[in-house]
């Protein structure tokens, strides 16, 4: 990765009052910045490009695993629960990341006006890989770092520098597997449609026939592309939603963990405990009070 884009962020991330993560004047660019390696943390994954500019991170789905470095970015096409991990970082060199939405609405209008457009395979392949960040990409990067120094030229500017890091995107090695989650009549797309009605009613029992009818698959094919697509069975995707929905209300609210544990969708609250130790490392009560000093500490 450039030297002149290392320096760009780090002189932005100097200029910046309280911790990171850093919200930018251009919409759902994101700036990270870690002296310190850090424990693994459990988050909702959101379709976006995690590009490291220094150091090194790792993420994990389901039972997919990839670690990437500097001039590498890990694309996630659908939304799913992940554990990632800053796993090389100092106060000389801290790890540098830039984080923004993969726009699946640009990538199908840049294919439109291809001439050669990437060629989709016919098999359905994972919707979260690593992809090499350099050259014509890493100059695309620079200059949205330089476009925060001036916001009226964002308007303008930054739709245009989208556009060009789309076109090198499906231009490169990972192009056929980016256009096969942006293009709505392919395989992925149809699968990601299930995804979607599984996220927006994930405290409901969920019925896996509905699901594959909703992707127009049978139910083995479907529980076999699901899993190709997001690394997790439909279940296993549910309960982790459910698991960080409950988390996550337990640290924004004062409420009691039946409660919530009944409004994520489960019926017992004890199952609900030993899920939630599970995957967390800590019954709720006390994962939450670690959480929330946690944040508080942070809050200054």
């Not at 939603?241 to 004062?254: K, M």
């Amino acid at each position: 990765m450039s030297k002149e884009l290392v320096d760009a962020i780090l002189r932005y991330t100097e200029r910046q009052p309280g911790p990171p993560p850093y919200a930018t004047p251009i919409e759902g660019l994101w700036v990270l910045r870690s002296d310190h390696p850090k424990p693994p943390t459990r988050r909702l994954a959101q379709p976006a490009m995690c590009v490291v500019v220094q150091g090194t991170k790792w993420a994990t789905v389901g039972d997919h695993r990839v670690e990437y470095g500097a001039g590498q970015a890990l694309v996630v096409g659908v939304e799913t629960p992940s554990l990632g991990r800053v796993v090389e970082a100092t106060p000389d060199k801290p790890c540098l990341v830039l984080v923004f939405p993969l726009d699946l609405a640009i990538m199908r209008s840049v294919i439109e006006g291809m001439d050669a457009p990437p060629q989709v395979a016919g098999y359905l392949g994972r919707s979260i890989f690593v992809t090499d960040f350099d050259g014509p990409l890493a100059e695309c990067a620079l200059r949205l770092v330089r476009l925060l120094d001036t916001p009226n030229a964002i308007p303008t500017l930054h739709p245009m520098i989208m556009r060009e890091m789309a076109f090198w995107l499906l231009s490169g090695p990972h192009g056929g597997d980016i256009a096969r989650l942006a293009l709505t009549d392919s395989p992925s797309q149809r699968v990601m449609h299930a995804v979607r009605h599984l996220r927006s009613h994930f405290a409901s029992a969920v019925r896996i026939e509905e699901l594959a009818r909703l992707a127009q698959l049978s139910v083995t094919a479907f529980h076999r592309q699901f899993k190709a697509l997001t690394a997790l069975t439909p279940l296993q995707y549910q309960k982790q939603l459910r698991l960080l929905e409950a988390r996550r209300l337990l640290a924004s609210r004062a409420v009691n963990v039946e409660a919530v544990a009944m409004e994520v969708g489960y019926q017992s609250p004890s199952q609900f405990s030993r899920e939630y130790a599970r995957m967390f490392g800590a019954p709720p009560k006390r994962d939450t009070t670690h959480l929330k000093s946690m944040l508080t500490a942070a809050a200054p």
